[in-house]
């Protein structure tokens, strides 16, 4: 699987979008991009993924790059309760059936 | 929703003990797996399960056993807990065993404390 980078924190004032940056400069062709996120002492939280398009869901945005070496995840509204880590993983198809979970970036949304 | 239980938040036993962790998923998934996560090491896959009574080591099995009677249910069993299995166990399922956009699902987790 493709290596992933991300800034280890980044905070963010509520009710303003919080984007989240991912680097993959070594992504193939049938990977995909996941968000998770792990709110203390819980577990992973699934977000959203893609290969190539962009994708919307209740939660979140996934912009990538046209390259697909890099994405953005942007959460639009931040709230208090999206202080959290944010996991971007890339998976193979051909992958073993693990998730590989880097460190993340510590995403804190102030007041 | 999907939803992924495990039999409980937090656990504290002690040196030697049999300890059997319990992980129950409601959308019938194929796959269900377990991971424990300590800090600076990310998440490491103990054990996965593909069907029922199917079993394949991940990358840390040793010390840990697993069991798949039903579908929906799989446990993690450490067969003489020791001091360095203190950590959060976290049980996962998806929908198909292998191939990209497939997502796991991921249980609260159960932080184990062995004395």
């Known amino acids: 699987d493709a290596k992933t980078t991300q800034p280890p924190s980044m905070d963010c004032a509520e009710g303003r979008a919080a984007n989240l940056p991912c680097n993959h400069s070594?992504?193939?062709?049938?990977?995909?991009v996941y968000w998770y996120r792990q709110i203390h002492s819980q577990g992973p939280q699934y977000i959203i993924h893609g290969l190539k398009n962009n994708e919307t869901n209740e939660m979140a945005s996934l912009i990538i790059t046209e390259d697909r070496k890099s994405s953005t995840l942007i959460l639009p509204h931040a709230t208090l309760r999206d202080t959290a880590v944010y996991y971007c993983?890339?998976?193979?198809?051909?992958?073993?059936?693990?998730?590989?979970f880097g460190t993340g970036t510590s995403l804190t949304v102030i007041p | 929703d999907v939803k992924v239980t495990q039999s409980s938040r937090y656990l504290v036993k002690r040196t030697g003990e049999k300890v059997f962790l319990e992980c129950v998923q409601d959308m019938d998934h194929e796959n269900m797996f377990w991971y424990r996560q300590d800090p600076g090491l990310g998440l490491r896959l103990i054990y996965f399960?593909?069907?029922?009574?199917?079993?394949e080591k991940g990358d840390i099995p040793e010390g840990y056993s697993v069991s798949r009677e039903k579908k929906e249910r799989f446990s993690l069993i450490l067969e003489s807990a020791s001091t360095n299995q203190t950590s959060m166990y976290l049980c996962?399922?998806?929908?198909?065993?292998?191939?990209?956009?497939?997502?796991?699902?991921f249980g609260p987790g159960t932080r184990l404390l062995v004395l």
């Open positions: 996962a399922s998806s929908l198909i065993p292998t191939g990209g956009g497939k997502t796991q699902y």
């Open positions: 070594t992504i193939s062709g049938n990977e995909y």
């Open positions: 399960s593909y069907d029922v009574k199917m079993k």
């Open positions: 993983i890339v998976r193979s198809s051909n992958t073993g059936n693990q998730f590989y």
